[in-house]
């Protein structure tokens, strides 16, 4: 079983930074994608950004230009750098891993909240 561990989570001032981290504790498969999905109070999880094992990345519109997704297969880590923050990037934030095709299976981390506000 795969197991997502988030770091670096917490409050920041609207135009701030954070850089929130995920670690797998292991992943048998070669081809996988990885990605931060958020959700705040009363909505649905979205998709933040993703990127695949070839290296394509996809973001959400309205983080293009602010958020940076990378990954490390050596480490098994994903990390989202966030700039330009504002009050409605404040959300709980979920690492995922997904993996298989045609059917796809998920595993998500517990969460970390990122809450934006002066």
């Known amino acids: 079983q795969v197991q997502l561990v988030e770091s670096g989570g917490g409050l920041v001032q609207p135009g701030g930074s954070l850089r929130l981290s995920c670690a797998a504790s292991?992943?048998?498969?070669?081809?996988?994608?990885m990605g931060w999905y958020r959700q705040a109070p009363g909505k649905q999880r979205e998709l933040v950004a993703a990127?695949?094992?070839?290296?394509?990345?996809n973001y959400a519109d309205s983080m293009k230009g602010r958020f940076t997704i990378s990954r490390d297969d050596a480490k098994k880590m994903v990390t989202l750098q966030m700039s330009s923050l504002k009050p409605e990037d404040t959300a709980v934030y979920y690492c995922n891993l997904r993996w298989g095709s045609p059917s796809t299976f998920d595993t998500w981390g517990q969460g970390t909240q990122v809450t934006v506000s002066s």
């Open positions: 990127v695949t094992s070839g290296g394509s990345t």
């Open positions: 292991r992943i048998i498969v070669s081809i996988y994608t």
